[in-house]
């Protein structure tokens, strides 16, 4: 079993930045790992997805030229940089690890392929 935890939401105006992690609680080589998000009354929606081996990593429309996905696998960490922030951002944001690399191929982010998920952390973009 794997606990993920994310950090880093909070409240920001429009144009602004945040950080989120993702800490994964012990070491394992996890294959592909991935930020999805959840606004009030909408479904979840993928957002990055981050390939440890092979893979691609993957943006969202809505979020390319903005975010920027990483990971450390030294801390067992994942990042997601948000930049320049807009309102239709608000949500809140949830770190997911796949047990099978197929998560991260591919040309969608397909949230049942990921099975071990954090509790969230929230986002507000103000305008």
Not at 48 to 75: E, L, N, Q, W
């Amino acid at each position: 079993q794997v606990q993920l935890v994310e950090t880093g939401g909070g409240s920001v105006q429009t144009g602004g930045s945040l950080r989120l992690s993702c800490a994964a609680s012990r070491d394992t080589d996890l294959p592909c790992m991935g930020w999805f998000r959840q606004a009030p009354g909408k479904e979840r929606e993928g957002v990055a997805r981050f390939p440890t081996h092979f893979g691609v990593t993957y943006y969202a429309d809505s979020v390319k030229g903005r975010f920027i996905i990483s990971r450390d696998s030294a801390k067992n960490t994942l990042y997601l940089q948000m930049n320049s922030l807009k309102p239709e951002d608000t949500a809140m944001y949830y770190c997911a690890a796949a047990l099978s690399p197929s998560a991260c191929v591919g040309s969608t982010l397909d949230r049942i392929l990921f099975v071990y998920w954090g509790q969230g952390t929230q986002v507000t973009v103000s305008s």
